[in-house]
């Protein structure tokens, strides 16, 4: 999968797109956008943009109608168990597609102390379920009685690794 990092404002606006087309195609891509100050209210810096009757909402929330998972970190520990959501998400041929974990611009300058495991190498084995049976008799059916047959597969067939 591919990951990409914006700044707040203007530049997390200019990847929602990118985040609607790997929605519709069920790609895999890590997007990383800043996002409003957790520990202050509303207060406009330089191009960001906010609500000021609502401190919890930024121009980061367009991304959670396109993205598979989304995240809003608020405080440096919430990274851990969204991060592992995030690569459940990202390597599901079933539920693959973008996930978004917002950046809090101050949380991103804070210090943690994050266990070393989670630096740890891992291995990610997809989920993947046996068909139906019963669905899949009537779809072969449904091939060998066709006079002209045409099956069109989208992405989640590339990234399944199904073979037979």
């Known amino acids: 999968f591919m990951a990409a990092t914006t700044s707040i404002g203007p530049g997390a606006l200019n ?3 990118a985040a609607a087309l790997a929605h519709v195609n069920r790609l895999p891509v890590l997007l990383l956008p800043g996002d409003v100050f957790a520990n202050r209210l509303p207060d406009p810096v330089l191009q960001q943009a ?3 009757s ?6 980061n929330d367009c991304f959670r109608p396109v993205s598979r998972y989304f995240d809003r970190i608020t405080r440096p520990e919430q990274i851990i168990p969204a991060l592992n959501r995030a690569m459940q998400v990202l ?3 079933a539920e693959c597609g973008p996930v978004t974990l917002s950046l809090c611009q101050d949380v991103q300058a804070e210090a943690y102390d994050y266990p070393e495991r989670l630096f740890a190498e891992r291995v990610w084995t997809p989920r993947r ?6 669905e899949l008799a009537v779809a072969v059916a449904a091939l060998k009685n066709a ?7 989208g992405g ?3 990234y399944s690794q199904a073979s037979g």
Do not use: Y
Request: proline fraction near 13%; glycine fraction near 6%.
């Open 147 to 153: 006079k002209k047959p045409l099956v069109i597969a």
């Open 50 to 52: 906010e609500d000021f």
């Open 54 to 59: 609502d401190g919890t909402a930024s121009v």
């Open 129 to 134: 379920p046996r068909p139906d049976r019963n």
């Open 15 to 17: 990847m929602v797109t």
């Open 91 to 93: 390597t599901d041929p």
């Open 156 to 158: 989640g067939v590339l």
